[in-house]
């Protein structure tokens, strides 16, 4: 495979961006050698700067949902572009893009845009200590909520902690502010509930968690949560920006059917433009400026184009069948390279959910906490990684993150990606005992 324009593009991208990026994980530094640098993008297809062509699960982290430059976005941009990009005044498209969502979501009654995950779920945050007037917040390790101040902390050692900052750059005095338990643990989530109950303002968590592998939950687990949360006068807050439109229309909401106070989405909403949206019950929304006193913003919050976008690409997702057969394609994928490598790689095992998959290596059957994850077993993974690329088959470029079918993944796709796999595998097998 060649590689030299990318090698030339990120040599010149490191002179312009710290580590040649403009997002850390893009760096390939977990899987080691170089980014790709993508050309362009066509169904479930990529290509990069040296013309090599893959078959695409990284899907720009989960936002496109019906593939690269899907025509039924594209040509609908196109339109609404023509007559200007941004006015900074309200147009119709926003009340359309929230209509088609609020008509077929009954978790929230009332939304507000913004232009990223990281701030509308920064804005959920304010948003919950403005209605509660309380300022601790609670999260879980392993579940991941952006880049704002509050919520870059991980766990100290201890059952229930103030977290240390992942990050520096952040305040000890923020630090306070954030609890931080295991995931699937209800004895720590008591025990934080025992100690601070008066003082936390909401916990926060990604019902299906996504970004620290796939740490699925007991529907069980997070219905304690639900009780615990409602006990003590406190707002949960599910982090739908991967799961909000990919495990169906109404997200982990729906799936599991709980309601929680708010809900904030990212990624597919806005059908590979920046658009990021938390949305609650009428009362609670009434806390965000202009109508309450909880200020949030944005020169280009809801923007037309993005706006159009959304539009364009919920409506495909609202089409009867479209979920199912997602679901459906992901399992041909999973069970496809299971049963073509036929056991002989016992310790790599698929987590999945909907159109969301894992590739673990673990000999445990189930993996619900960051703890159970073994960093050791990246290894396989970065070797399994090579041989993909080498394949045809392009990934997110590390072992702690998901892959995403998409409407424009065909069987002859899926077919390609399980004698990939069945290869790659072989190459595993040759340096280590997976
Ligand atoms: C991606 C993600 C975010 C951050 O969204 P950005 O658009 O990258 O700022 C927040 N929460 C979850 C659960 C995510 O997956």
């Known amino acids: 495979m060649k590689r030299e324009k ?13 580590g040649g990026v403009n997002s850390p994980v893009r760096a390939f530094r977990s899987v080691g050698g170089t980014p790709l640098f993508i050309e362009k993008g066509k169904g479930s297809h990529i290509w990069d700067a040296d013309g090599n ?54 978790y929230i009654e009332k939304l507000r845009f913004v232009s990223s995950g990281t701030e509308a779920v920064m804005s959920a945050i304010r948003l919950a200590r403005g209605y509660t007037g309380r300022s601790k917040i609670l999260k879980f390790e392993g579940c991941y909520h952006g880049h704002s101040d509050s919520l870059l902390v991980k ?14 750059g952040v305040p000890e005095s923020f630090v306070k502010e954030t609890i931080v ?11 934080a509930f025992a100690q601070f109950h008066q003082q936390i303002a909401c916990v926060i968590i990604e019902p299906i968690p996504a970004n ?36 169906g229309f109404t997200g982990a909401a729906g799936y599991y059917n709980i309601q929680p106070d708010i809900i904030t989405y990212g990624k597919i909403i806005g059908g590979g433009f920046p658009v990021g949206a938390y949305g609650a019950a009428k009362e609670i929304m009434s806390c ?33 069948g479209f979920y199912n057969a997602l679901e459906e ?23 999945s959910v909907g159109s969301i998959f894992w590739i ?19 290894n396989y993974f970065r070797s399994l990684y090579a041989g993909l690329l080498e394949q045809g088959v392009y990934l997110g470029p590390s072992g702690y993150e998901v892959g995403f079918m998409s409407e424009a993944h065909t069987a002859e796709d899926i077919q390609l990606t399980v004698s990939a796999f069945a290869k790659a595998l072989e190459q595993v097998a040759e340096t280590t005992n997976v």
């Not at 990318?6 to 710290?18: G, H, I, N, T, V």
């Not at 200020?295 to 706006?307: D, E, H, I, R």
């Not at 992901?330 to 016992?346: D, M, N, R």
Request: hydrophobic fraction near 35%; aromatic fraction near 8%.
């Open 6 to 18: 990318s090698a030339e593009l990120f040599e010149r991208a490191k002179s312009c961006f710290p």
């Open 53 to 106: 062509e893959f078959i695409d699960y990284c899907c720009s982290w989960g936002p496109l949902i019906l593939g690269h430059a899907s025509d039924k976005v594209l040509s609908a941009v196109e339109k609404t572009m023509r007559n200007g990009t941004s006015f900074g005044a309200p147009t119709r498209l926003e009340n359309e893009l929230a209509g088609l969502i609020l008509a077929n979501n009954k």
């Open 155 to 168: 766990a100290g050692s201890g059952l229930v902690t103030f977290g240390n900052t992942s990050s520096a």
């Open 181 to 191: 338990v295991s995931l699937n643990n209800k004895q720590a989530l008591e025990e």
């Open 212 to 247: 620290n592998g796939l740490l699925l939950q007991d529907k069980e687990y997070l219905q304690s949560l639900r009780d615990i949360c409602t006990k003590n006068g406190t707002l949960l807050i599910f982090d739908e920006v991967i799961s909000g439109f990919r495990i």
């Open 288 to 320: 965000i400026s202009p109508e309450g006193g909880v200020y949030q913003a944005g020169t280009l919050s809801g923007n037309p184009v993005a706006m159009t976008a959304g539009i364009a690409q919920l409506s495909e997702c609202l089409k009867s």
């Open 329 to 351: 394609k992901t399992k041909q994928l999973t069970t496809g390279i299971l049963k073509q490598t036929s056991g002989k790689f016992p310790l790599m095992k698929f987590f």
């Open 360 to 378: 673990a290596f673990t000999n445990k059957e189930k993996i619900a906490s960051a703890e159970d994850i073994d960093p050791g077993s990246m």
